[in-house]
């Protein structure tokens, strides 16, 4: 764990919860040089607009007109031992997020020491609030509700994601399992706010069914994201 000092500086939050799985609604999909929902065309100022939505700010509205970033390589460290289902999965969701970002690379590392980005996947979220030390009890109560959490440190000042603690919980269902690792991971490289504008993204708050690949939106907004 890294030493937490100047907590004006570098502050640790609680970025994303877990989302829900609700009714079908709308789906959406590209034709270039826009994106079509089955309603209506997407304009550049509304794939602008979600991308607003979706970075600006922390889900609970903390430093609401700040986007954040890794700004250096991401190392992800699974902190309890994972069958090979898992391990094939987040090997699949770093292979596409790398495809999309251009700033920074993103790997899986056997050396806690050299990690920015935490892994729990685990029935028992007791097994996070250890391994964090939380004693956050805001926290700790959307722990015990959430599919999914991300909690890290923000450096404020320079708009950087120091690192990132990530939950995510294990259930008897293993797509629903892969849909709530894809967002946790996602979210956890600054994408911190859910939308409630289209089922179908990894960033839906109520998803119509477990998503297991990104749409081309979210993929719009990864790539700008991380695009300079």
Request: net charge negative; hydrophobic share 35%.
């Amino acid at each position: 764990m890294k030493n937490i000092f100047y907590l004006i500086l570098l502050s640790i939050l609680i970025m994303s919860c877990g989302s829900n799985i609700e009714p079908p609604t709308t789906t959406v999909s590209e034709t270039k040089p826009e994106l079509v929902t089955t309603k209506k065309v997407l304009t550049q100022e509304e794939i602008d607009s979600f991308y607003d939505e979706i970075t600006l700010g922390t889900e609970f509205g903390e430093h609401s007109s700040q986007r954040y970033w890794y700004k250096e390589d991401v190392y992800i460290y699974l902190c309890d031992r994972q069958d090979s289902l898992y391990v094939k999965e987040i090997t699949k969701i770093v292979e596409e997020l790398n495809s999309l970002i251009e700033t920074v690379n993103i790997s899986v590392t056997h050396y806690k020491n050299k990690a920015n980005l935490f892994l729990w996947i685990s029935e028992n979220p007791n097994n996070f609030i250890d391994g964090t030390k939380t004693t956050s009890e805001r926290t700790i109560a959307h722990l015990n509700s959430a599919a999914g959490m991300v909690v890290g440190g923000l450096k404020h000042s320079s708009n950087e994601i120091k690192f990132t603690y990530v939950f995510v919980r294990k259930t008897n269902d293993l797509n629903f399992d892969k849909c709530t690792l894809r967002e946790e991971i996602t979210q956890s490289l600054g994408f911190f706010r859910d939308t409630y504008s289209f089922s179908t993204s990894i960033f839906s708050q109520y998803k119509t069914e477990q998503v297991l690949e990104y749409t081309e939106l979210d993929k719009a907004i990864i790539k700008k994201h991380y695009s300079n």
